[in-house]
């Protein structure tokens, strides 16, 4: 018999049955379609050294005017600069107390008792301490007079922190947080560190992970049993997501449902952001938001779900507001400037906004709305689009061009001129697996260099980001896999993509085939498997005796690369599968540099059934593959 050429669509497609998806692929891991054919994705290798503190959901790269690139790394603790590797902390400040911090230590532990009246610092936060003097002993003015992480808040009036030797938070950053090295205090340490005592107070931080209450209408929209009661366990708490933007050179900052800050670059990065309301010449600055964005086209700084003019402090969730074209502290509506403020009438909260080339597109938990510059007098108008969408959570949507795509509530959406939902080929693998209490986790991003849409979100069994789906909107295919990223920049101002991991370093994307968390790097673990196939409709079992892999090694750095190719065999659809036989795939090209594709040679194997299944993996460093159609020698082998 002829030779018979498998040639699978592409894509991967979990909705019908593997026996039903014939000439088809049921699973994957790592592996994206590029041209219809599936290839090992790119491996990843760390940007710097150095860890950071928290769990990170925001990055933002930018250029300076002298050329200096920086990434803005915002997590649940901090706001770093990242400069050269180098992470700098410009955490705007919360307060300030001068002269009216006292100290307390007990002989034989390392606890310190600080009392500050109303302080207003939560567990977490983070306190310089200057000014102090020795408590006698072992507690030294040095000791006392550095960064610390508050560890308890036992009142109002009081806080406790661990004393340690000198150094900076910095320097003992590693991936699991602090580690420092503890000072016990002896019987000396009698003193309360003087009357000059001042504590700068960093911006309270958020949550990790999202805390919501049982019932209905706890947490996002429809979580829990209807009619049953909701309580929330943390009021006024949020996960800690930042939104940042770039005001020319400088740097606007909001936390989420907190503050809004502005980081001046002429002040570098030794100086932290500074809350925007306490610019020099600003006029009824909102001072907490959801949202901000400099809208490019117009250049107004926009807040979403902030405290409208004639109540500044109080938060409106669906309040917009704009400061005057061109100004970061002009914020009261005049006839004489562009700012002013609009009220979304549907929804009960903004989610997030996106700006396209065109428009900005704005999201409450039920509907989609466009924003529009118009100019003098009314400066933007705005539309509604949709008011039966949802989406997973603030970070869920991402543009590209004038197209936007969203994760919602078990569907995926599109915007292009109007709202879409998109099929989706893997719908159910992705929500039927999914940590609901955890949505507003999901985070959307770009892979444009592969035009690729990329979701990651947590499974079932998990807190964190974990699983990840692609959507090829050029090949209209969808794809998934693991890997525990938080948050994915696309490449811009460096030519590969940047992402933050769990164990808190940023990685380059797209570089090299290995797992470069470890030192040495170890291999990615990479598979794809098709659907059933058979011969005649699998009327009569059939033998194969040798494929012809066709699969190319092109870029691979080992010296002798290697996949492994599994046919198995099934009787019936529901069946197990009875036989495999698994082969090594070598190269038989030499590895040169002359060498533009690297072919494997024929493999023989001894396989017989109704039915087979054809998977791919790799499991080496340095390892590169892309399979095109592999051919079977295929025979008959009876009826029985």
């Known amino acids: ?94 307060a300030t107390t001068t002269n009216g911090i006292t100290f307390a230590a007990t002989n034989g532990s390392s606890t310190i008792t600080a009392t500050d009246s109303s302080h207003g610092a939560k567990e977490g936060d983070f306190v310089t301490i200057s000014g102090a003097a020795t408590l006698g002993g072992l507690i030294t003015a040095d000791v006392l007079n ?59 931080v958020g949550l990790d992970t999202s805390v919501t209450g049982s019932g209905w209408n706890a947490g996002t929209w429809g979580r829990g049993t209807w009619n049953s009661n909701s309580s929330l366990a943390v ?75 004639t109540a500044i402090g109080t938060q409106d969730p669906l309040i917009i507001r704009f400061s005057s074209q061109e100004s970061p502290t002009e914020w009261q509506s005049l006839a004489t400037n562009t700012a002013g403020e609009l009220r979304l009438g549907s929804g009960s909260e903004i989610v997030t906004a996106i700006e396209t080339r065109q428009q900005v597109l704005v999201f409450t938990d039920v509907s989609l709305h466009s924003m529009q510059f118009l100019g003098p007098p009314f400066t933007f108008g705005i539309n509604a689009l949709s008011e039966n969408i949802t989406i997973a959570g603030p970070l869920a949507a991402i543009a590209i061009e004038d197209m936007v795509f969203w994760m919602g509530q078990n569907e995926f959406y599109m915007y292009a001129g109007s709202v879409q939902r998109i099929p989706c080929t893997v719908r159910d693998y992705v ?95 990479a598979h794809i498997e098709s659907s059933q196939f058979d011969v005649g409709d699998g009327e009569r079992f059939s033998f194969i005796n040798r494929i012809i892999p066709d699969l190319t090694f092109r870029e691979s750095t080992a010296d002798s690369p290697k996949a492994v190719f599994t046919v198995k065999t099934r009787n019936f659809p529901g069946g197990v599968y009875l036989q495999s036989d698994v082969k090594d795939v070598t190269r038989s090209a030499a ?42 020698d295929v025979k008959p082998d009876g009826r029985r």
């Open 431 to 525: 929500f039927s697996d999914f940590n609901e209490g955890q949505i507003e986790k999901v985070t959307a991003s770009t892979n444009s260099a592969f035009s690729e849409i990329w979701w990651f979100y947590p499974s079932a069994n998990s807190d964190e980001c974990d699983r990840y789906v692609v959507y090829n909107y050029e090949q209209k295919i969808w794809y998934y896999g693991t890997m525990p990223r938080t948050v994915w920049l696309d490449r811009g101002i460096e030519n590969l993509p940047i992402a933050a991991s769990t164990d808190h370093y940023l990685y380059f994307h797209e570089t090299g085939f290995d797992d470069g968390s470890t030192d040495p790097v170890t291999a990615i673990s």
């Open 591 to 632: 590895a040169t540099s002359s060498v533009v594709e690297q072919f494997t040679d024929q493999v023989n194997l001894r396989v017989r059934g109704r039915a087979f299944a054809l998977k791919v993996a790799s499991t080496d460093t340095g390892v590169s593959w892309r399979l095109g159609s592999p051919r079977l």
């Open 1 to 94: 018999m002829p030779l018979t050429k498998l040639q699978f669509k592409p894509g991967i497609n979990r909705e019908t049955t593997s026996y039903s998806n014939e000439g088809g692929w049921f699973d994957t891991d790592k592996v994206r379609f590029r041209f219809g054919f599936p290839e090992k994705i790119g491996g990843w290798a760390k940007l710097t050294t150095n860890a950071f503190l928290g769990t990170c959901r925001a990055l933002h790269s930018f250029v300076a005017l002298d050329g200096t690139k920086y990434i803005g790394v915002g997590t649940h603790l901090k706001y770093y600069l990242n400069e050269g590797g180098a992470y700098n902390d410009i955490t705007p400040v919360r």
């Open 235 to 309: 009021v006024g708490s949020t996960l800690r997501i930042w939104s940042h933007d770039n005001f020319g050179e400088d740097l606007i900052i909001n936390a989420r449902d907190s503050g809004i800050f502005y980081w001046d670059k002429t002040n570098g990065t030794s100086t932290r952001a500074v809350v925007l309301s306490s610019l020099s010449g600003s006029n009824l600055a909102p001072t907490i938001a959801k949202k901000i964005i400099v809208s490019d086209r117009d250049r107004h700084i926009i807040a979403f779900g902030c405290d409208p003019e």
């Open 146 to 204: 550095q960064e610390y992480q508050i560890d308890t808040v036992p009142s109002d009036n009081t806080y406790t922190f661990t004393a340690r030797t000198v150094s900076t938070i910095a320097s003992i950053t590693t991936t699991s947080g602090l580690n420092p090295t503890a000072v016990t205090a002896n019987a000396s340490d009698s003193g309360n560190g003087g009357a000059g005592v001042d504590g700068v107070y960093q911006t309270t």
